[in-house]
């Protein structure tokens, strides 16, 4: 039987695994950092009506430019991030990872490298083979924090076309300082000079605020998002950019044609006009995590400071036993491959108290 190892794949994919957690039907899951309240039934009707619109002009080809879209996510940017932005610096994908993927076939590719700080968004390394672009991992310190100095003599040693900086990081949930991206810039410019990524997909859970006022006065500066997390849209699949208006030049360079359906630009522009009511379920979201925060140390857990939806939590001797025996418990956490650590979304209240009953009796029963 034909498997894939005896296709001619290229060689950088063999044996490696697609992405993925696992979706198993269990009580309570909270391991892919969905936002676990439904849309609100005035936006569901409002999304019904976009849809109804657009669905009139199927036959046709949607906006290739996503003009009324881009314009709102840009007014969506300068409202909450504090720093002007208009059309021409917003660009806007199927998700950030398509973001991504455009940024990495636009300025990586075969013959260039990327450098990430891992633990971190494992799609970053992912997309980067998929695109033929090198992949150099960047260190961190013991406390999952970016080893400054170790990471600005890597971006001189390798000279990497392509640097991601993701904060709130994902999977430790641990915030990036704007010293140190900007120090990373600078480093990135002195050995290039490079494209900095910064992933911001997790930033509207934050306890500070957006790095979009750095892009002042930095054309290789790009700031990433998704509508997955804070707008409640995993299942939009929704993502876009914010950079200088060469970048958004650069990328249409390798889009396809009419990438954005007219459905997936209804249904966004919708959730755009309801942006306060879906901030509110955020609000609620910082709240239940600051909780699952505390209530996790007064266990015992050691806890990662958390600025996104999730929380880091540890140490065991054996991560994937005690993701196991929680499991047993009726609640799927993540194992990030971390070692020593499991990483769980907060839920709705009621979702993460049956996870600190199940973490409690763990604790328990491994005495860890």
């Known amino acids: 039987m034909t498997g894939i190892d005896d296709l001619p794949i290229r060689d950088e994919l063999r044996g490696k695994s697609p992405y993925g957690a696992p979706q198993l039907d269990v009580p309570v899951r909270l391991n892919t950092n969905e936002n676990p309240y439904p849309l609100p039934e005035p936006l569901v009707e409002r999304i019904a009506e976009r849809v109804r619109e657009a669905a009139r002009d199927l036959n046709r080809y949607p906006d290739r430019d996503a003009v009324q879209l881009r314009t709102g996510l840009a007014e969506y940017l300068t409202k909450s991030g504090g720093y002007p932005l208009g059309i021409e610096n917003v660009w806007a994908a199927n998700g950030s ?9 636009t300025f990586g590719g075969p ?87 910064v992933d911001e997909a997790y930033i509207e859970f934050s306890h ?6 750095l892009l002042e006065g930095r054309p290789h500066l790009v700031i990433s998002r998704t509508m997955s997390k804070a707008f409640g849209a995993a299942g939009l699949r929704l993502g876009y950019l914010a950079a200088h208006p060469a970048v958004v030049d ?12 007219a459905v997936t630009q209804a249904t966004a522009l919708a959730a755009l006009e309801h942006t306060d009511t879906l901030l509110g379920y955020v609000e609620q979201l910082k709240a239940e995590r600051d909780r699952l925060v505390a209530e996790l140390r007064a266990i015992g857990y050691e806890v990662t400071e958390s600025d996104a939806n999730f929380v880091q939590f540890g140490r065991f001797a054996d991560a994937h036993t005690a993701w196991r025996k929680i499991l047993d418990r009726g609640v799927l956490v993540r194992d990030n491959g971390v070692p020593g650590w499991l990483r769980v979304s907060a839920g709705t209240p009621q979702e993460n108290d049956a996870f600190l009953d199940a973490v409690r009796e763990v604790k328990k029963e491994l005495g860890s």
């Open 111 to 197: 013959g260039r490298t990327a450098i990430g700080f891992e633990p971190s968004y494992s799609m970053h390394a992912l997309i980067a083979r998929g695109t033929g672009t090198g992949w150099i991992s960047g260190p961190r310190n013991e406390d999952f924090t970016i080893d400054l100095a170790a990471a600005e003599r890597a971006i001189a040693e390798h000279k990497p076309d392509v640097v991601f900086v993701t904060t709130p990081n994902n999977p430790t949930g641990n915030a990036v300082p704007a010293e140190t991206v900007l120090a990373l810039y600078e480093a990135a410019q002195a050995a290039k000079p490079s494209m900095v990524i």
């Open 97 to 105: 990872n398509e973001v991504i993927q455009q940024l990495l076939q």
């Open 250 to 261: 650069a990328v249409q360079l390798v889009r396809l044609p009419y990438h954005l359906s």
């Open 208 to 213: 500070g605020a957006s790095l979009l006022p």
